[in-house]
Nanobody, 129 residues
Framework: EVQLVESGGGLVQAGGSLRLSCAASGFTFDDAVIGWFRRAPGKRREGVAC????????HYLDSVMDRFTISIDNARNTVYLQMKSLKPEDTAVYYC??????????????????????WGQGTQVTVSS
């Protein structure tokens, strides 16, 4: 069964850090783009960061650029989102998603939600003030 499983969410105070994990089972991240999205209460889901498995090329939402870092461990089929200096406005359910992308296709920015075909169930991140 093809699955993406997120973990690492929780409750943290403002200024704190969390590391989210996205583990793939039933498939590999070969030649894929893996993205992290979030949906805050009452808001639309938005892209936070993405990474290309073949070369580590990463793109970020402007508001998290200097605070979040996405990385990939291809041997473990796991993508991480290291989040630091968290703010209450980072509170959301965080989802990972993946989509295959041929190496010849250039990745110029964080793809929109509709690009991704596989999604995890999400993990809650709550940042208290």
């Amino acid at each position: 069964e093809v699955q993406l499983v997120e973990s690492g969410g929780g409750l943290v105070q403002a200024g704190g850090s969390l590391r989210l994990s996205c583990a793939a089972s039933g498939f590999t991240f070969d030649d894929a783009v893996i993205g992290w999205f979030r949906r805050a209460p009452g808001k639309r889901r938005e892209g936070v960061a993405c990474i290309r498995s073949s070369d580590g090329d990463a793109h970020y939402l402007d508001s998290v650029m200097d605070r979040f870092t996405i990385s990939i461990d291809n041997a473990r089929n796991t993508v991480y989102l290291q989040m630091k200096s968290l703010k209450p406005e980072d509170t959301a359910v965080y989802y990972c998603a993946q989509q295959k992308l041929p190496r010849r296709t250039k990745l110029v920015d964080l793809p929109p939600e509709v690009f991704f075909g596989s999604w995890g169930q999400g993990t809650q991140v709550t940042v208290s003030s």
